[in-house]
Protein backbone atom coordinates (compact mmCIF):
# COMPACT_ATOMS: atom_id res chain seq x y z
CA UNK A 1 0.00 0.00 0.00
CA UNK A 2 1.62 2.85 -1.29
CA UNK A 3 0.87 6.83 0.08
CA UNK A 4 0.99 10.21 -1.89
CA UNK A 5 1.51 13.26 0.29
CA UNK A 6 -0.20 16.34 -1.10
CA UNK A 7 -0.07 19.68 0.39
CA UNK A 8 -2.97 21.82 0.67
CA UNK A 9 -1.52 25.69 1.01
CA UNK A 10 -4.00 27.20 3.21
CA UNK A 11 -3.59 30.83 4.29
CA UNK A 12 -0.38 30.92 6.50
CA UNK A 13 -0.14 26.80 7.39
CA UNK A 14 0.12 23.97 5.06
CA UNK A 15 -2.14 20.71 5.71
CA UNK A 16 -2.01 17.30 3.81
CA UNK A 17 -4.09 15.23 1.95
CA UNK A 18 -2.63 11.70 2.28
CA UNK A 19 -3.92 9.17 -0.50
CA UNK A 20 -3.31 5.32 0.32
CA UNK A 21 -6.50 3.21 -0.03
CA UNK A 22 -8.72 5.99 1.55
CA UNK A 23 -7.39 9.49 2.00
CA UNK A 24 -7.04 11.24 5.48
CA UNK A 25 -6.42 14.99 6.10
CA UNK A 26 -3.99 15.43 8.02
CA UNK A 27 -4.71 19.48 9.73
CA UNK A 28 -7.04 21.34 8.91
CA UNK A 29 -6.24 25.68 8.53
CA UNK A 30 -7.12 28.67 10.51
CA UNK A 31 -10.59 29.49 11.83
CA UNK A 32 -12.87 30.65 8.58
CA UNK A 33 -10.98 28.98 6.11
CA UNK A 34 -13.38 26.11 5.61
CA UNK A 35 -14.17 27.02 2.28
CA UNK A 36 -10.65 27.09 1.15
CA UNK A 37 -9.80 23.88 2.71
CA UNK A 38 -12.63 21.70 1.25
CA UNK A 39 -12.05 23.47 -2.32
CA UNK A 40 -8.47 22.49 -1.92
CA UNK A 41 -9.43 18.50 -1.29
CA UNK A 42 -12.43 18.93 -4.05
CA UNK A 43 -9.84 19.56 -6.51
CA UNK A 44 -7.94 16.26 -5.29
CA UNK A 45 -11.90 14.58 -5.79
CA UNK A 46 -11.88 14.40 -2.72
CA UNK A 47 -15.03 15.06 -0.23
CA UNK A 48 -15.20 15.30 3.15
CA UNK A 49 -17.19 12.13 3.36
CA UNK A 50 -14.62 10.38 1.41
CA UNK A 51 -11.91 10.90 4.45
CA UNK A 52 -11.27 8.14 6.71
CA UNK A 53 -9.88 10.04 9.37
CA UNK A 54 -8.46 13.21 10.34
CA UNK A 55 -5.41 13.36 12.50
CA UNK A 56 -4.29 16.58 14.11
CA UNK A 57 -1.02 17.48 14.40
CA UNK A 58 -1.43 19.67 17.45
CA UNK A 59 -3.98 22.04 19.13
CA UNK A 60 -2.82 25.24 17.92
CA UNK A 61 -5.96 26.91 16.00
CA UNK A 62 -3.52 27.19 12.55
CA UNK A 63 -3.90 23.82 12.08
CA UNK A 64 -6.98 23.07 13.52
CA UNK A 65 -9.46 26.35 12.78
CA UNK A 66 -11.89 24.91 9.81
CA UNK A 67 -11.84 21.17 11.08
CA UNK A 68 -15.33 21.10 11.22
CA UNK A 69 -16.02 21.69 7.79
CA UNK A 70 -14.03 18.39 7.05
CA UNK A 71 -15.37 16.45 10.11
CA UNK A 72 -18.71 17.78 8.79
CA UNK A 73 -18.50 14.08 6.58
CA UNK A 74 -17.99 12.13 9.60
CA UNK A 75 -14.60 11.35 9.83
CA UNK A 76 -13.02 10.73 13.34
CA UNK A 77 -10.79 13.42 14.44
CA UNK A 78 -7.45 12.27 16.10
CA UNK A 79 -5.58 14.21 17.84
CA UNK A 80 -2.48 13.99 20.70
CA UNK A 81 -4.37 13.14 23.85
CA UNK A 82 -2.73 16.26 26.03
CA UNK A 83 -3.69 18.49 23.17
CA UNK A 84 -7.56 17.49 23.36
CA UNK A 85 -7.88 20.55 25.61
CA UNK A 86 -6.69 22.82 23.32
CA UNK A 87 -8.69 21.42 20.60
CA UNK A 88 -11.89 21.32 22.80
CA UNK A 89 -11.65 24.78 23.56
CA UNK A 90 -10.41 26.35 20.34
CA UNK A 91 -7.75 28.16 22.01
CA UNK A 92 -3.84 28.01 21.77
CA UNK A 93 -2.84 27.52 25.36
CA UNK A 94 0.75 28.81 26.66
CA UNK A 95 2.08 29.35 22.96
CA UNK A 96 6.02 30.17 24.80
CA UNK A 97 7.85 32.37 22.51
CA UNK A 98 11.60 30.64 22.31
CA UNK A 99 13.07 34.37 20.66
CA UNK A 100 11.64 37.94 19.40
CA UNK A 101 9.40 37.47 16.64
CA UNK A 102 7.69 34.93 18.72
CA UNK A 103 7.19 37.13 21.24
CA UNK A 104 6.00 39.26 18.40
CA UNK A 105 3.39 37.05 17.27
CA UNK A 106 1.82 35.57 20.31
CA UNK A 107 -1.03 38.10 20.79
CA UNK A 108 -2.04 37.71 17.35
CA UNK A 109 -1.70 34.47 17.18
CA UNK A 110 -3.25 34.21 20.72
CA UNK A 111 -6.63 35.70 19.39
CA UNK A 112 -6.88 33.28 16.39
CA UNK A 113 -9.89 31.19 18.10
CA UNK A 114 -12.88 29.42 17.13
CA UNK A 115 -15.46 27.21 19.14
CA UNK A 116 -13.39 24.01 19.25
CA UNK A 117 -14.17 20.81 18.41
CA UNK A 118 -14.65 17.33 19.83
CA UNK A 119 -11.81 14.39 19.12
CA UNK A 120 -13.04 11.11 18.77
CA UNK A 121 -9.73 9.85 19.16
CA UNK A 122 -6.85 10.65 21.84
CA UNK A 123 -3.40 9.32 21.00
CA UNK A 124 -1.80 8.56 23.39
CA UNK A 125 0.75 5.66 22.36
CA UNK A 126 1.55 4.89 18.35
CA UNK A 127 -1.86 4.88 16.41
CA UNK A 128 -1.31 2.54 13.86
CA UNK A 129 -2.83 3.77 10.64
CA UNK A 130 -4.02 1.20 8.55
CA UNK A 131 -7.70 0.81 9.84
CA UNK A 132 -8.16 4.34 8.11
CA UNK A 133 -6.24 3.12 4.81
CA UNK A 134 -2.69 4.52 4.99
CA UNK A 135 0.32 2.45 5.80
CA UNK A 136 2.15 4.39 8.30
CA UNK A 137 1.69 5.11 11.77
CA UNK A 138 0.78 8.39 14.10
CA UNK A 139 3.05 8.76 16.72
CA UNK A 140 2.33 11.40 19.98
CA UNK A 141 5.87 13.37 20.31
CA UNK A 142 4.86 16.56 22.09
CA UNK A 143 7.31 19.08 22.07
CA UNK A 144 5.91 22.32 20.34
CA UNK A 145 2.70 21.61 22.37
CA UNK A 146 2.54 18.41 25.06
CA UNK A 147 0.06 16.53 22.60
CA UNK A 148 2.20 17.27 19.37
CA UNK A 149 2.22 14.08 16.87
CA UNK A 150 4.18 13.14 13.88
CA UNK A 151 2.79 10.63 11.25
CA UNK A 152 5.52 8.30 9.71
CA UNK A 153 4.37 6.81 6.25
CA UNK A 154 5.89 3.02 5.76
CA UNK A 155 7.03 4.83 2.04
CA UNK A 156 9.44 7.05 3.92
CA UNK A 157 7.68 10.29 4.04
CA UNK A 158 7.12 12.27 7.85
CA UNK A 159 4.33 14.78 8.24
CA UNK A 160 5.52 16.53 11.44
CA UNK A 161 3.58 19.58 12.12
CA UNK A 162 5.35 22.82 13.90
CA UNK A 163 8.36 20.25 15.55
CA UNK A 164 10.31 22.32 12.63
CA UNK A 165 9.36 24.82 9.70
CA UNK A 166 10.86 26.15 6.53
CA UNK A 167 11.68 29.40 4.88
CA UNK A 168 11.58 32.51 5.77
CA UNK A 169 8.71 35.56 5.17
CA UNK A 170 5.80 33.11 5.57
CA UNK A 171 8.25 30.71 3.63
CA UNK A 172 7.50 32.41 0.71
CA UNK A 173 11.56 32.79 0.86
CA UNK A 174 13.85 29.16 0.78
CA UNK A 175 10.78 27.13 1.95
CA UNK A 176 12.98 24.04 2.49
CA UNK A 177 15.58 25.41 4.68
CA UNK A 178 14.61 24.15 8.29
CA UNK A 179 14.37 26.74 10.37
CA UNK A 180 13.81 26.68 14.39
CA UNK A 181 9.89 27.07 15.41
CA UNK A 182 8.94 30.40 16.87
CA UNK A 183 7.02 28.30 20.17
CA UNK A 184 7.73 24.98 22.07
CA UNK A 185 6.25 24.54 25.61
CA UNK A 186 9.20 21.91 25.96
CA UNK A 187 12.42 22.20 23.65
CA UNK A 188 14.40 19.16 25.09
CA UNK A 189 11.05 17.16 23.83
CA UNK A 190 11.11 18.96 20.32
CA UNK A 191 14.59 17.67 20.47
CA UNK A 192 14.12 14.31 21.13
CA UNK A 193 10.93 14.15 19.12
CA UNK A 194 13.41 15.16 15.72
CA UNK A 195 15.99 12.42 16.85
CA UNK A 196 13.33 10.18 16.73
CA UNK A 197 11.91 11.27 13.47
CA UNK A 198 15.61 11.33 11.83
CA UNK A 199 16.19 7.96 13.12
CA UNK A 200 13.73 6.68 10.66
CA UNK A 201 15.49 8.56 7.82
CA UNK A 202 12.66 9.96 5.95
CA UNK A 203 12.84 10.85 2.77
CA UNK A 204 10.79 13.92 3.20
CA UNK A 205 9.38 15.98 5.65
CA UNK A 206 6.47 17.48 6.09
CA UNK A 207 6.11 20.94 8.16
CA UNK A 208 3.40 22.72 9.18
CA UNK A 209 4.55 26.30 7.68
CA UNK A 210 7.05 25.88 4.32
CA UNK A 211 8.73 22.35 3.43
CA UNK A 212 8.97 19.98 2.44
CA UNK A 213 12.68 19.45 3.95
CA UNK A 214 15.17 16.82 3.36
CA UNK A 215 16.85 14.74 6.33
CA UNK A 216 20.20 15.78 5.44
CA UNK A 217 18.88 19.14 5.96
CA UNK A 218 17.37 19.14 8.90
CA UNK A 219 20.25 16.81 10.44
CA UNK A 220 22.95 19.31 8.96
CA UNK A 221 21.19 21.77 11.20
CA UNK A 222 19.65 20.04 14.33
CA UNK A 223 21.14 21.59 16.97
CA UNK A 224 20.10 25.15 14.89
CA UNK A 225 16.32 24.15 14.95
CA UNK A 226 16.09 22.19 18.10
CA UNK A 227 18.62 23.19 20.37
CA UNK A 228 19.17 20.66 23.80
CA UNK A 229 17.55 23.80 26.71
CA UNK A 230 20.74 24.20 27.63
CA UNK A 231 22.30 25.13 24.61
CA UNK A 232 19.14 27.36 23.32
CA UNK A 233 17.89 31.18 24.02
CA UNK A 234 15.65 31.36 27.35
CA UNK A 235 12.01 30.95 26.24
ZN1 LIG B 1 1.77 25.29 16.32
Given at each position: ?5 I?L ?14 P ?15 G ?9 E ?5 A?T ?20 A?G ?10 AN ?25 S ?10 L ?23 L ?22 G ?19 K????E ?5 TG?G ?17 H????P??
Amino acid sequence: MSTRVIPLALSISNAYLLLGERPVLVDAGVPGEETRLLGALCAHGVTPEDLSLIALTHGHTDHTGSVNGAAAGGAPVAIGAADAGLLEAGANGALPPIGPVGALLRPLIKRMTFAGASPQIRVTEPLRLEPYGIAGVMVPVGGHTPGSSVLLLDDGDAVVGDLVRGGFANAKIRPGHPMRHYFAEDAEAVRRAMEKVLACEPSRLFTGHGGPLSTAGVRRRLDAIAPHRTKGPRP
